[in-house]
């Protein structure tokens, strides 16, 4: 247990004389607790590896202060980051809250309520959590005063506006005080504000934001497809400044719907922080123009606060459900708001979706964060899905899955990618989504993963939710966390289209926008999930188109899917930072925005009609059979998904393995048979 008393000589007698002198007037009610940074968490055995390079003090933080007994409010202001499970505050053996979750760097303030304080000695503490976890925390402040006072001796007063119309504009502004910690902010009460510690929401880009005296940076920005405000300001005790920002539209994208398919409430989730008004605020502040509530087991309706807020014509809400079972989380969407949620006690998967799809109208089903674990079950465990040929054991049946959940990333971004390419290359025409699975207001940022449907754009607020919807379930779509990237064949065939009538050669061209915040360096094309070509881009940070790539391929030989992928350096800065993954299997992580098409499948062998890796494979072993020498010089005609396929339909039988001629044959193989094999192979050693 680590015990600290209050002004230890290792604080900084600079640092706080500076805090007290910021406050101006204020002065006299705060009073610096400790002034030191501290790493919490299990000794020895740190949650991420950069902790490694200062042990944790312990599971628990103690200060001792001394204090006079107060018979108002007050506020204690700590500084945290890297909080992921439940830390208590206690003072006096009393519960005054917790810090908050989230892996910012930020001031939380707590009320402290009257008669909690002591004459004399009081202790405050902070944890232990009930499971493993580090946090950093310390630099700690008791102001006398109840919160408003406390942290709203200045005013910010902010007004956004579009460049453009010159009309403000519903946006997220982000405040950091001069050390680039996010400002605790203080505001009357107003349903088109979402406020957090650093962060306000505004449904119209006017905000007035209570702060404690000093230094700031005030940023605007309106999500993934516009450019950013920023201005440093200092403000004095009294002081109430106009900051006045404007924001430009900085990636086009006519044509396509802001999709965000997988949004949570406090209100109707029971978790998470955000009230529905709040949500709203969000989305919009995002730019989000298709929301699907997806409220655990209960259909969600946010038309009516959309309406009340003056929001409607910024976004189309829509009724969906996430049906919460002990064998997965399926998002499901459209719903009438006087019908009845599908019965999540059922576990078979073939028997639910046709209880989600019961009704006069068709719906989309999408499974959720594939790789995550809930209820003791994890979907893509390779017990369940063999991560090489796609095979799924409790069957497929969805329409689209989850390959980037901006509020439970995985430890390798592309993990859900792989996985993906291996459900189409077993024949499995699923389309890819990104998504926020946002329950917080600032937390995870609502709208960060989306997906951009090829619909018509032109009013957010009537947007044709049946033709977004059929889009979806065609694959005429973009995942976005960051970037957008845009895939033609021949400048012709798009993601969701079939190629046909292609000549010998095969014109593919792949760019790459986004906002001038944040920065590609790699364009990849893969044909079946395998990469066929590659190209960096040398400065991908210019707003707009970032990068383009124009390939001549020679036609395959048979049947591929196209997809294209482009990525980038990950976005840390507190306006829009990429949160750490949800369930890590690494303590190393590296952030990376991304944009993945949906597939442009290629009519290579001019039949009409495009053939997965699976067929091909099955057409092999009927023609070639199972003998090794002859299936692998059949399978010399194809590419290494089709052997990953092959490889997966012999497996059962033992046919292969069991020949003795298997190791020679393979090893003299071509080398795309060798590594199609090997894939496989790679799969059944897992655990």
Known sequence: MTRLRYMRPAVSLAHILALLLTAGRSAAAQRIIDGARHHLGTPGDPEWAELDAGPAEGRELVLT????????????????????????VRLNDRRIGRLLPSDADLWNALDVPPGVLRDGKNILTIGP????????????ALDLRPRADALGGAVLDVRVKDRASTRGIP????????????????????????????VAYTADGHARLGVRPGKYVVFATRGFEYGLARRPIEVAEGQA??????????????????CDTHVHTLTLSGHGDASIDERLVTLAGEGVELP????????GDYAESAHRLGLAAALTPVIGDEVTTQRGHFNAFPFRRDETPPDASVEDWPKLFRGIRAGDDPRVIILNHPRDQHAGFRPFDPKNFNGASGELRPGVGFDAVEIINSGAM???????????????????????????????????????????????DADPG???VRAAQQGLRDGRGVVSLGLLARLSVDDKFRPGDLATGLGETVRVTVSVHGPSWTRADRLELFANGVKVREQTIPDGSAAGEKGRAVWLLPRPRHDVALVAIASGPGVTAPYWPIPRPYQPSLKDWTPRVLSVTNPVRVDADGDGGWSSPRYYAQLAIELAGTEPSALFRFLERFDEAVATQAAALCHPTGGLERDPGFARALESAPEAVRRGFAAFEQTLSQP
């Open 129 to 140: 959590p009930s499971g493993r976890g580090d946090v950093m925390v310390g630099e700690v």
């Open 410 to 456: 995985q430890s390798d971004p592309f993990r859900s990618v792989r996985d993906w390419f291996a459900l189409w290359n077993q024949g499995q025409r699923v389309s890819a989504v990104g998504a926020s699975d946002s329950h917080d207001v600032a937390r995870h940022i609502v709208g960060q993963g989306r997906t951009y449907l090829a619909c018509d």
């Open 462 to 464: 009537h947007i044709d």
């Open 171 to 198: 946006c997220r502004i982000t405040v950091v005080d001069d050390r680039g910690v996010l400002a605790p902010l203080s505001v009357r009460p107003d349903p088109r504000l979402a406020v957090r510690p650093g």
């Open 65 to 88: 202060f001394e204090a006079v007994a107060s018979a108002r409010l007050a506020t204690l202001v700590v500084r945290q980051s890297d909080v992921r499970l439940e830390w208590d």
């Open 292 to 299: 699907v509530a997806t409220e655990h087991n209960r259909l």
């Open 241 to 258: 400044p106009v900051v006045a920002l404007e924001l430009s539209r900085e990636v086009d994208t006519s044509g396509f719907v802001a």
